[in-house]
């Protein structure tokens, strides 16, 4: 694919090539010049970074609650681990029938929202094992000299823990935008009238594949490159 957004194309139709025709920066100049496509990269950007936001704080917090809090004080911990467990197992295809089973059942009117909360049901599992993991080797001790000085648990939690267990947060977040932004199977089944860059690609290619897909193609691989090897970095990072 990097390869391919270099190469020239011969014909009148400005289409993908997949014979060597010569190197070009053409398609790069070219970026914006196909319609709808620089609109769907935009709209997987925004899905991206809104999807991980939401999953990042809500799986931060099932994270400490799954670490926490036992017994009497968390009844249905069990089966929230088996949800979890069962989020990241189950094919993305079976996710992405059931939500739409769900959202047909309800009337719900499929577009961005949809694919935002179909983004955060199969990443907040992601976050919430990397913070749980980075969780497990916590010294309590430390925020309870924290209450000890007369601090409060909010002052506790934003001073003592979340510094702590930030590169755990931070390996969970850029796991779940890498995971959303070239997500295909799922999406196609809720974006309804807002189609993100993957399912136009798939559209796209029933008629024929521009160049400029490629040069897309190469940015979002080389940033879901970069977040997957910065998150490995961060969740081996000791504090």
Same mark, same amino acid.
């Given at each position: %694919?990097?390869?391919?957004?270099?190469?020239?194309?011969?014909?009148?139709?400005?289409?993908?090539?997949?014979?060597?025709?010569?190197?070009?920066?053409?398609?790069?100049?070219?970026?914006?010049?196909?319609?709808?496509?620089?609109?769907?990269?935009?709209?997987?950007?925004?899905?991206?970074?809104?999807?991980?936001?939401?999953?990042? $704080?809500?799986?931060?917090?099932?994270? $400490?609650?799954?670490?926490?809090?036992?017994?009497?004080?968390?009844?249905?911990?069990?089966?929230?681990?088996?949800?979890?467990?069962?989020?990241?197992?189950?094919?993305?295809?079976? %996710?992405?029938?059931?939500?739409?089973?769900?959202?047909?059942?309800?009337?719900?009117?499929?577009?961005?929202?949809?694919?935002?909360?179909?983004?955060?049901?199969?990443?907040?599992?992601?976050?919430?094992?990397?913070?749980?993991?980075?969780?497990?080797?916590?010294?309590? @001790?430390?925020?309870?000299? @924290?209450?000890?000085?007369?601090?409060?648990?909010?002052?506790?939690?934003?001073?003592?823990?979340?510094?702590?267990? %930030?590169?755990?947060?931070?390996?969970?977040?850029? %796991?779940?935008?890498?995971?959303?932004?070239?997500?295909?199977?799922?999406?196609?089944?809720?974006?309804?009238?807002?189609?993100?860059?993957?399912?136009?690609?798939?559209?796209?290619?029933?008629?024929?594949?521009?160049?400029?897909?490629?040069?897309?193609?190469?940015?979002?691989?080389?940033?879901? $490159?970069?977040? @997957?090897?910065?998150?490995?970095?961060?969740?081996?990072?000791?504090?």
């Amino acid at each position: %694919m990097i390869i391919y957004s270099f190469n020239r194309v011969t014909s009148g139709l400005q289409l993908v090539s997949f014979s060597w025709n010569g190197f070009t920066w053409q398609w790069y100049r070219q970026w914006s010049n196909v319609p709808g496509l620089t609109s769907a990269f935009w709209l997987s950007l925004r899905l991206a970074i809104v999807s991980t936001l939401i999953a990042t $704080i809500l799986g931060t917090l099932l994270a $400490i609650a799954l670490v926490r809090y036992r017994g009497k004080r968390f009844r249905g911990k069990a089966g929230f681990e088996q949800i979890l467990f069962l989020n990241i197992a189950a094919p993305e295809i079976v %996710m992405g029938a059931s939500l739409l089973g769900l959202f047909v059942t309800f009337n719900v009117a499929r577009g961005f929202f949809t694919l935002v909360l179909a983004h955060v049901m199969f990443s907040i599992a992601y976050v919430t094992v990397t913070v749980r993991a980075r969780l497990s080797g916590f010294d309590v @001790a430390l925020e309870e000299a @924290a209450y000890d000085l007369g601090a409060n648990p909010l002052a506790t939690f934003r001073l003592v823990t979340l510094p702590l267990i %930030m590169p755990g947060v931070l390996a969970g977040a850029l %796991m779940a935008f890498a995971l959303s932004i070239d997500d295909f199977v799922t999406s196609n089944f809720v974006s309804g009238s807002s189609t993100p860059f993957p399912v136009w690609v798939y559209g796209a290619s029933r008629v024929g594949t521009p160049p400029q897909v490629f040069v897309f193609g190469t940015a979002i691989f080389t940033v879901g $490159i970069v977040f @997957a090897l910065l998150s490995l970095l961060m969740s081996k990072k000791k504090a």
